[in-house]
């Protein structure tokens, strides 16, 4: 069974940083996609970055500029860098991963809070 644990979140004040990482109990070179998906109460979870195994990136536009991810194959973890944060990113943050084959399955990390405020 694939495991996915998230760590890194707590409060920050607006512009502050944080940084999420998602560990993996298997190589992450076995799941075609791994993602950053947020979900704010009251609101639909929402993709936030994605990254492919060929490390090709994309990015909400909301945080276009602010968020960076990436991955550390070496440590099976993928990472979540978070700038100049808002308020608005404010969230519950779940890390996920893709695998194709033998069939697509998608797996999900506990999540982690991020909370924006002064």
């Known amino acids: 069974q694939v495991q996915l644990v998230e760590s890194g979140g707590g409060l920050v004040q607006p512009g502050g940083s944080l940084r999420l990482s998602c560990a993996a109990s298997?190589?992450?070179?076995?799941?075609?996609?791994m993602a950053w998906y947020r979900q704010a109460p009251g609101k639909q979870r929402e993709l936030v970055a994605v990254i492919t195994n060929s490390d090709v990136t994309n990015y909400a536009d909301s945080v276009k500029g602010r968020f960076t991810i990436s991955r550390d194959n070496a440590k099976n973890t993928v990472n979540l860098q978070m700038n100049s944060l808002k308020p608005e990113d404010t969230a519950v943050y779940y890390c996920?991963?893709?695998?194709?084959?033998?069939?697509?399955?998608?797996?999900w990390g506990q999540g982690t809070q991020v909370t924006v405020s002064s």
């Open positions: 996920n991963a893709v695998r194709l084959n033998p069939r697509p399955t998608n797996y």
């Open positions: 298997e190589s992450i070179f076995s799941f075609n996609v």
